[in-house]
């Protein structure tokens, strides 16, 4: 056999093997009866431990649960780091991301991404001390974020100039904040809010920036390449929609009588969106 027609065989086989090997992981979740899903636990009202029962709750464990519901498995919740989530994922450690992960081109070389699920924006809380009212200010300011989510990227793509400290979780970003380490902390809108909400009678002491770094579509991951397992979790999402399930699930985690107190909802879960 000619070597040309040689390797035109070997990388056929090779693409009939992976498909092979891709299309079977609905069915080994399906098989081994047990749905395992990376979420943060850190990021409230997303994923977060209840005070009352220790257990993790929030928006993205409601999605995840109505997945698993849908398969007729059991749901396994696993806690992660931000800069775990995709490592994780790829090496099948997890079966799916609901961790509050951002759908953006770099990404997508990466994992395949469910229809969205929510749509935020990055903001800046500052210290009213540091005399900041507007993000162009924090140039060569010292800035705290997460570690290895799209908050530091955008950060600098705003502020070139500024000086970021990046923390494990946004909670430790957070508490740095308060302990003066820096003069302001960048997070996803929704974040913001409910942290500022925690603040109590401190919130006197800082202000939300009013400009917005960047648009954040948010959405469930997926490893590469498992078509089967995203044409499942797409459709539970569109029968969320349908039922009006989707809409109740988001005040309920988002609405007027939380935290962050949205009075609207400005997505559906009806496409992929992209983050610019």
Known sequence: MKRSNLLSAFI????????????????DIKKKGELVVGVLGTDEPNSFVDPKTRQIVGYDVDLATAVAKKLGVKLTIKQLAVAARIPELQQGRVDLLAASLTHNKERESQIDFSLTTFVT????????DSGITAVPQLA??????VKGGTQEPNIRKAVPSVDVVTFETTGQAFIALQQGKGVGY?????????????????KTDYVILPQNLSVEPL??????????????????????????DAEKLFFKWYGPSSKVQFQTRNFKFDSDKVAS
């Open 121 to 128: 924006g990055q903001k800046v809380l500052v210290r009213k």
């Open 186 to 202: 960048v997070n996803d809108e929704v974040s913001i809010l409910d942290d500022y909400a925690k603040l109590g009678a401190a």
């Open 12 to 27: 056929a086989l090779a693409a009939l093997f992976t498909t092979t090997v891709q299309a079977d992981q609905l069915a």
């Open 140 to 145: 060569g300011k010292k800035v705290l974020t």
């Open 219 to 244: 959405a469930l991951g997926i490893r590469k390449g498992e078509t089967g397992l995203k044409t499942t979790v797409d459709g539970v999402l569109r029968e969320l929609e349908a039922s009006g």
